[in-house]
């Protein structure tokens, strides 16, 4: 599921990422009963809930804030993180384009990016440079004999 707007979900939607988010806090930072709450109703630890997932954070604006805390939070629930605190750290001013950028991290694996730019509409183009990224490739698989 891509996450690009608040405007894509309901109400209902929004209430339950917040609910879930006030157990994961509560299994960080509660008791014991918390965190044992949290794993029955989960079936995993919190500190185990991003295990074998890899999230790029790619900021083509400064935001120490946000990208620490995405970042912190990742490593926190047993994932992987990667990425840039602003377009300063990548190719983009000697001409690398954003979609190539992007397909080098999809290509990777990663599971999320999380991005962070003043560009309008950049997230919602982001999402389908790499459903057809992912195509191609796909494509190029089935041609090799790779399903």
């Known amino acids: 599921m891509d996450v690009i707007s608040m405007q894509d979900f309901s109400k209902e939607q929004i209430e339950s990422v917040l609910n879930v988010t006030e157990e994961v806090r509560s299994a960080i930072h509660g ?3 918390d965190r044992q709450f949290f794993r029955e109703k989960y079936g995993t630890r919190v500190t185990k809930l991003m295990k074998k997932k890899k999230v790029a ?3 083509c604006e400064n935001s120490t804030r946000t990208n620490f805390s995405f970042r912190f939070a990742t490593r926190k629930a047993g994932g992987w ?5 602003s377009d300063r750290y990548t190719s983009l001013g000697k ?3 954003w979609a190539a950028t992007v397909e080098q991290f999809a290509g990777w694996g990663v599971d999320a990016i999380v991005m962070r730019s003043k560009i309008e509409g950049l ?5 389908e ?3 057809e990224y992912n195509v191609a490739m796909r494509d190029k698989h089935e041609l090799l004999g790779n399903p």
């Open 31 to 33: 008791s014991k009963r």
């Open 123 to 127: 997230p919602r183009w982001t999402q």
């Open 95 to 97: 001409g690398e384009t």
């Open 81 to 85: 993180v990667e990425g840039f605190p």
């Open 129 to 131: 440079t790499l459903r």
């Open 57 to 59: 954070t790619l900021f």
